[in-house]
Every structure is written in structure tokens, then in C-alpha cells.
């Protein structure tokens, strides 16, 4: 009878002990999941992938088919891949055997740099467009603009066709580089250096227009005899009204936030942190913050703070707060939770939107100064 007493007391705490695990595990997950708490801008809401056509656009309005060709000599499809509600900044893919290979300009001491796209084995295969006759332009870098590379399909005589990604609606988007790193090399991708990367993106008024560098000038020779025009950066109340942005250090001092156009082109422009002489990058930083802060980032690691101010120094947070394909949404928040548009303003009066820019689908773009980035701050044409 004792033995079997203390059979039921060890059944009893058994019995209890699973009484209590089920009720802290319920407990647990009655509490916010890690999704729930995870960084807004990481949700990217999908659809079903739209396929535009990447063409060369001959004089006469036919269009060249542009392809990839394999060691084999056998030809892939290339594509801009729409898979959100934007079009205003696409991937441009080559379909290999299903699978989806980065397109990239190489950086080359040519006067124009080839257009490949990049095996997960690191071969790389040129973009070539293909005439009526069988004939192959290569598909090349020409000149850059700033923060853009003009591609175009260059024939052997020497002339030039515009390349374009064309939606099944027939709606026609550029084909461009567009680089983050001022520098020449871009990163280095499966032992290939990187001059820019390859996306379609909407059209920009005489972005177009270009003379011919001589030779042995280099490609971004316009960039460098170009008048620097610094544009203003405001959010924009619901009554119309502008507010300054600004950068704060830990002490509350105050610096200007701008956009600066370097070049003939004003489709895609670095945005700065004017700090004691010095222009400091502003990015977008990965968090598990419901959205995403902005902030800059000085030579030294230094961190800070974007925010707009109202007419009373209120300072306003400014995020990212929304996530479409390659762009995130940019917006002054109040302190009712109202979100303000910001923009870009010209001396002149032009007007660009202020966006966040993925290069990447994964949610860390790099790091910089240890931080880790979501996306690139930057003032692109809406």
C-alpha cells in the first residue's frame, strides 16, 4: 500500500508538471511573434511576377531580341521582373534552365564596359542583342551620368540603340546601371568586379541625350565637369505646409539634410548629411522596429538622427514605412501617427520623390561602420 502511495505521488507531480509546461508554452505564444514585431518594410507584399521583354530598339521601331548566350552557344531569355505594384525601379534577370541570374556592368579600362549576367558558378555570359539577320550587338555601359550608366546595343559600325524593357501592356521602362559606390568598382560578385547594376527604370527627360567621349576618356568624364546643384529636402504636411529635415547629433544640434545632383541627370541622386564639411551617407538601417529608421552615418561610426521639424521644433520621425519590390516608402510620421510625404525640391522648382532603394532581395544590403543597412536613402524621379 505505501509503494503504491508513492506511485500516485510521483503520477500526481508528473501530471502536474505537464499541466504547467502546456500552460507557459500557451502563454508564450498568446504574446507577440517575432513576425509581429519584425521590421514593417521586410514585408514585401508579392504578386504574381509580371515578365516585361527587354529589347533593343532599332532606328526604324523594330525591336532586337536581347539574350544570353552559354559556352554551348545555346540562348536564355532576359527579363525585368515586376513583383510588386511598382515599376519604377525593376531586377533585370537572365531565365537560365529556371533559374534567375543577377545582370551586371563589369568594370572594365575599355571605353565601354560589358553587360553580363553572373552564374552561381561565376561564368559570365554578355547580353548580346540579335538582328534580323543573325547578327550580334553587344549590349554595353557608354557613359555615366552621376549615379546612372547609359546602356545601349552598340552595332559594328558604331551606332546605338536604345535598349528598354517593354511590360505585356506595353508600357516601356530604361534600361540602366545605377551605382551606390562613387568609386569605379561596385563590389566584387563570384571573382567579378562590378561597375553598376543592371535595372529598368522609368524614363527621364534628355537623361538620354549624350555626345560620344573620345577615346580613353573615361566613362564618367560628363560627371566630373558638371556644376554640382544641391536640392532641398522637406516633408510635406497634409495642409501643404513644408518642413526642414534635418540631421541631430547625441547633443541636439541640427544639420542640413540635401540632395545632390552631380551630373546632367536628376533620375536617381545621393542623399547627404552636411556635418562640419563633410557629406555623410543616409541610409535606411535594418531593425525589428515596426519601421525601419533613417539615419546617417559619419566617417567614425558616428549615428544621426533624421528627423523633420514643425513650425514649433517639434522633431518628427522620418522612416521607411512600406516595402514595394525594390522601393520603401519614405514618410514623416506625427505624433498621431499621420504619415507626411517627403520630397526632393530643385532650385527650379522640379520635384523627386524620396525613396528608400533595394540592389538586393535580402534584407541586409551591407554594412557600414558595423550598422547593418536595409536600403539606400535616395531622391529618384517619381
Not at 70 to 88: E, H, L, R, T, V
Not at 219 to 245: H, P, Q
Not at 264 to 289: C, R, T, W, Y
Not at 307 to 326: E, H, Q, S, Y
Request: glycine share 6%; charged share 25%; aromatic share 8%.
Amino acid at each position: 500500500m505505501k509503494k503504491s502511495n508513492e506511485s500516485l505521488g510521483l503520477t500526481t507531480c508528473f501530471n502536474l508538471f505537464i499541466i504547467a509546461f502546456i500552460f507557459l508554452f500557451t502563454a508564450c505564444n498568446d504574446g507577440p511573434s517575432k513576425d509581429n514585431t519584425k521590421t514593417e518594410t521586410n514585408e514585401v507584399e508579392k504578386v504574381a511576377d509580371i515578365l516585361w521583354n527587354v529589347k533593343a530598339i532599332h532606328p526604324d521601331g523594330q525591336s532586337l531580341d536581347i539574350k544570353v548566350f552559354d559556352n554551348a552557344g545555346k540562348s536564355f531569355d532576359i527579363k525585368a521582373i515586376q513583383n510588386s505594384d511598382q515599376d519604377n525601379l525593376l531586377d533585370v534577370k537572365a531565365i537560365v534552365d529556371g533559374a534567375q541570374l543577377p545582370v551586371k556592368i563589369l568594370v572594365s579600362k575599355n571605353q565601354f564596359a560589358p553587360t553580363v549576367a553572373i552564374s552561381p558558378k561565376g561564368n559570365a555570359y554578355k547580353l548580346q542583342a540579335i538582328t534580323a539577320e543573325g547578327e550580334k550587338l553587344d549590349v554595353i555601359g557608354v557613359v555615366r551620368h552621376g549615379n546612372i550608366v547609359i546602356m545601349k546595343a552598340l552595332t559594328k559600325k558604331g551606332k546605338f540603340y536604345g535598349v528598354k524593357a517593354i511590360s505585356p501592356t506595353g508600357k516601356q521602362n530604361d534600361i540602366k546601371g545605377i551605382k551606390i559606390n562613387p568609386q569605379d568598382r561596385e563590389m566584387t560578385s563570384r571573382g567579378h568586379n562590378i561597375y553598376a547594376h543592371v535595372k529598368a527604370m522609368h524614363p527621364s527627360a534628355n537623361e538620354d541625350n549624350f555626345i560620344l567621349p573620345k577615346k580613353n576618356i573615361k566613362r564618367d568624364a560628363y560627371t566630373s565637369n558638371f556644376e554640382r546643384i544641391i536640392w532641398n529636402i522637406k516633408a510635406i504636411t497634409t495642409d501643404g505646409k513644408n518642413l526642414n529635415v534635418k540631421a541631430f547629433d547625441a547633443t541636439g544640434k541640427a544639420f542640413d539634410v540635401k540632395a545632390t545632383q552631380d551630373s546632367k541627370q536628376h533620375s536617381f541622386m545621393n542623399i547627404k548629411a552636411f556635418v562640419e564639411g563633410a557629406e555623410l551617407p543616409i541610409k535606411i538601417m535594418q531593425n525589428e522596429d515596426k519601421y525601419a529608421p533613417i539615419k546617417a552615418i559619419g566617417a567614425d561610426g558616428t549615428i544621426y538622427d533624421i528627423k523633420a521639424l514643425t513650425d514649433n521644433n517639434t522633431k518628427l520621425d522620418i522612416k521607411g514605412v512600406n516595402r514595394l519590390g525594390n522601393i520603401i516608402d519614405v514618410k514623416a510620421i506625427n505624433e498621431n501617427g499621420d504619415f507626411y510625404a517627403v520630397k526632393a525640391f530643385a532650385p527650379d522648382g522640379k520635384l523627386n520623390a524620396v525613396k528608400g532603394i533595394k540592389i538586393f532581395d535580402r534584407e541586409v544590403e551591407m554594412r557600414l561602420k558595423g550598422n547593418p543597412v536595409y536600403a539606400h536613402l535616395k531622391a529618384i524621379s517619381q
